[in-house]
């Protein structure tokens, strides 16, 4: 069958570019899979590219911004050839199924047309977060006719329900690579992550400062990229053993030399690094930002600005830091990409019955 995998671009050092990648690799075994990114990303990362399908771009340049009078005459010229781009990628070969990653795609592939395909729409984030700014609207408008829209957890798929879509159903995020058990012994507390401002970088420099003053064994360690690096290495500077390294090809080599794992985010979906991190034997603290968190977490979950108290609890305590490493990487087998694979051919087989 013909999968086509659709995101805002498949580029960007992030969760849901993560996610794709890792499905398009999982269906290239049994499908025709076209891994398709609406632009390209201004810092493209260097992911490869896994044998079995074909990675596509229908922007010949990146998106730009803001939206001054000149960029959205550039704008109306790129949508207009990205449309032109989709369909002729649609075209290639027998309507199979189109999972769209994300809300903008979805809004592009309606201009460009789907007739005959089975459409499976997904939101990377949580109710909460589409519902405080203009995402929950979009969501509902572009997706209401999908055949299937899946949420990340049954949290979210409810509050979705009640705001009246009837196609919800959930699947979660897998994990690409599932790594060997690290001992948590490295007096590191670890961030991988974007660098902007919903994932809270700044908030982990914050807490940061006490903990330095109290736990002279331990250093920082944030690997990523964004629109706050520039900030995020500035302030780093001024504080004793942070370490600002840039974003890592294989997140487990990455999460290999820490103790602590920390996700200190003002909104999330299904954090892709805390499964990871999780995955590996890593414990973690995390800010109760979201129901994806508070369900994935086996850690220690904080209000933000509880976070040094969280790691505190965490560094102190070598015993306590093994047994929740322990625990947080048998709860994330459910999550190993086989696992999530099965769950998705299943969909595939209800939705083309």
Known sequence: MRVVILANNIDEVG???RVVRTLAEGFAGTHEVDLVGVTPHVSPHAYGHADGYTEHRLMGHVW??????ANRLTRRDLRASAVAQLRSILAQGQPGVIIVAQVWAMELLADAGHDGWIIVGQYHGSFAAAASGRDLTRVLTSY????AF????EEDAHAFERCGLNNVRVMPNPIGTWPEAVDPVHHVVGYLGRLSPEKGPDLLLDAWAPLAHDFPAWSLRIAGEG?????ITRRAATLPRVDVVPTVTDPHSFWKGVGVGVLPSRTEGLP????EAQANGIPCVA??????????????????GELATGLASLMWHSALRRE???RGRAAMEQYRADAILARWEVLFANLTR
């Open 15 to 17: 969760g849901a570019q």
């Open 64 to 69: 730009p911004t803001p939206a001054t009078d």
């Open 144 to 147: 209401r006719d999908a055949d």
């Open 150 to 153: 899946l949420a990340l957890t």
């Open 227 to 231: 629109p706050l690096r520039d900030e």
């Open 272 to 275: 892709v690094a805390l499964a």
């Open 287 to 304: 800010t109760d930002c979201s129901s994806g968190v508070r369900f994935l977490c086996q850690g220690v979950l904080v209000q933000p």
């Open 324 to 326: 929740l490493g322990i």
